[in-house]
């Protein structure tokens, strides 16, 4: 599951940065508005999917709650996932 978590991770922060840094600008700058319908869907569901499996991998290492916080307040922030996946879960990998 470490894995499967630090991938979503990687890939959340990547459709974010896609979705505010690339296709947001598109839509309000140039008019182009396919784009962010599509990558907005995709980071939706990204996100929804981070959200869930950062409950699960929580409980499964049994940190509580707060930590569980950490991880849904990094995934509204931009670059929060990366910021998780360098302090919380590369650590763990390594232990492994």
């Known amino acids: 599951m470490l894995t499967l978590m630090r991938a979503l991770a990687i890939v959340e922060g990547i459709s974010y940065l896609l979705l505010f840094g690339f ?16 990558i907005g869907y995709v980071h939706g569901g990204l996100f ?16 509580g709650m707060k ?4 991880f849904f307040l990094a ?5 929060g996932t990366f910021y998780m996946d360098q302090k919380y879960l590369a650590p763990l990998g390594r232990k492994a």
């Open 23 to 38: 296709s947001m600008p598109l839509k309000y700058w140039a008019n182009i508005r396919e784009p962010n319908l599509y």
């Open 48 to 63: 929804i999917a981070f959200v869930i499996l950062a409950f699960l991998f929580c409980r499964q290492q049994g940190w």
């Open 67 to 70: 930590s569980y916080f950490k």
């Open 75 to 79: 995934s509204l922030l931009p670059y």
